[in-house]
C-alpha cells in the first residue's frame, strides 16, 4: 500500500521526474542541477494500493474526442484538446 503522493516534477530546461514528494521538501534535477518545479499529482492517487495509471478508476473521457484518458493530464493525448478542470 502507497500512503504518499507521486508527483510529476519538471526542470526549466524541459526534463521530467516522477517522486513520492515530500511536503515542503526542494527537489533538485541530478543531471543540471536545476530546481524542479511540480507540475501535476499523479492517479492513482495514496492512498492506494494500485500503481497502474490506467486503471479504470483512473480515466476520464476526453470532452472533445470522447477518447479515454489519464485523470491527471490538462491536455488529450489523442486530440491534443485542452481537456476541462477536475473538479
Ligand atoms: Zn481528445
Redesign the pocket.
Given at each position: 500500500m502507497r500512503i504518499k503522493d507521486k508527483y510529476r516534477f519538471r526542470a526549466p530546461s524541459g526534463r521530467e521526474v516522477i517522486i513520492e514528494a515530500e511536503p515542503d521538501v526542494r527537489y533538485v534535477d541530478h543531471e543540471s542541477g536545476e530546481l524542479l518545479v511540480p507540475v501535476s499529482r499523479l492517479t492513482p492517487v495514496a492512498p492506494t494500493g494500485s500503481e497502474l495509471p490506467w486503471a479504470v478508476d483512473n480515466l476520464r473521457f476526453?470532452n472533445?474526442?470522447d477518447?479515454l484518458?489519464q485523470k491527471d493530464l490538462t491536455i488529450?493525448p489523442?486530440?491534443s484538446?485542452q481537456l476541462e478542470p477536475m473538479l
Open positions: 476526453c472533445h474526442c477518447q484518458c488529450c489523442t486530440c484538446g
